[in-house]
């Protein structure tokens, strides 16, 4: 088989046959196709789409370049969440031990932050002596001890879409819902979870800016689930303004310690228990409401087994950047616009972000949000606190804020609701 004929054959609008796909995956993968014309095909892939017998495919050849993982030894069923990022998206720390402490195992495989959006990752490596990478025998161990893991995915797992992603990352070739789709579930297939929510994020923070675009995205990951055989639900959030108070990396830590000690944001929490919810649900487990197991504390428990587990100190101090900057409110009236993408931008700018993959972050950066869109607030009150560790950052921290909030006389134009629906 050539790259040629098959990038002319996407280019020129034809369905691929799965024996090119197969072909073509699988030689990228062995650096036989070149990165050129992979770069060709994705762009005729972004530019032509694919059918959904396409996507099927693709997704089965970039887990099949790869190891799948097996939990078949484990006790209880697997399940578990992938959200397509935001500001402020803290949900999988209380989620994955509030799931175990009903009766499920959570392989969670995360990322890193990039750009405005943070990464798991990113805001556990702030507890002390946390460990993100673990062998599959360490993955199994912690998943047996503590219903759950959250750790980085190793290098066995699809590596034809490590890959492909930088190569779009570079390409101009990112937003194409086939090829996003295909890049999420292929690891989510791989990591072998026997159940996934997806939770997929709208709004001026998130990948998909409109409901018509999240849902079509979530309509292809849920039909690339069905196709290979897993309990796949979907459900559309609002990622229109941030979500809870924190937005950073060790803030977010002590936002979700909160949630699972029974407090915390009310959108945090209910996301949290929905989330839970439509995951025992997919996993077949009932008998357990996890509305109880964060009042209870064995959602609580859970999570300090698993950050011990890993190396954590469940009881460590959490970092704190050295200096703060407090944004307050010029004039009384409602906060009728706090906007997620700028106030993720300035976590970014203040540290709690990379620009590159290599770059540290600080553990201490971020932004904590002292109102949400609707609530009334009074003049001078706090709105915003900035934390850096160097007050240089600032400036440029406060300028991607300018704009980003607005105080009226009344509600203003409605934010979207917490969530939005639900795709099966
Ligand atoms: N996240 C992924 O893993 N892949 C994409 O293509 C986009 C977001």
Known sequence: ?????????????????????????????????????????????????????????????????????????????????????GVGDKITLPLAPLVAACGAAVPQLSGRGLGHTGGTLDKLESIPGWRASLSNAEMLDVLASAGAVICAAGGGLAPADRKLYALRDVTGTVESIPLIASSIMSKKIAEGTGALVLDVKVGSGAFMKTPERARELAETMVAIGKDAGLTTVALLTAMDRPLGAAVGNAIEVAESVEVLAGGGPADV????????????????????????????????????????????????????????????????????????????????RLGAGRARKEDPVSFGAGVTCHAKPGDAVAAGQPLLTLHADDPARFERALESLDGAWEIGGDGGPAPLPLIIDRIA
């Open 1 to 85: 088989m050539d790259a040629i004929d098959v990038i002319r054959a996407k280019r020129d609008g034809q369905e691929l046959a799965p024996a090119q796909i197969d072909w073509v995956i699988d030689a990228y993968t062995r650096d036989a196709v070149a990165e050129e014309q992979m770069a060709a095909l994705a762009m005729a892939v972004l530019l032509n789409g694919m059918t959904r017998a396409e996507v099927a495919r693709w997704t089965d050849a970039m887990i099949r370049s790869g190891e799948r993982m097996d939990w078949s030894a484990l006790d209880r069923p697997t399940t578990d969440k992938h959200s397509t990022g």
């Open 269 to 348: 929490v209910e996301l949290t228990v929905a989330l839970a919810r439509e995951m025992l649900d997919a996993a077949g487990v009932a008998g357990k409401d996890p509305a109880d197991a964060l009042r209870d504390g064995s959602a609580m428990d859970a999570w300090r087994t698993m950050i011990s587990a890993q190396g954590g100190d469940p009881d460590a101090p959490l970092p704190a950047a050295a200096e703060t900057h407090v944004i307050t409110a010029p004039a009384a009236g409602v906060l009728t616009r706090l906007d997620a993408f700028g106030v993720g931008v300035a976590a970014w």
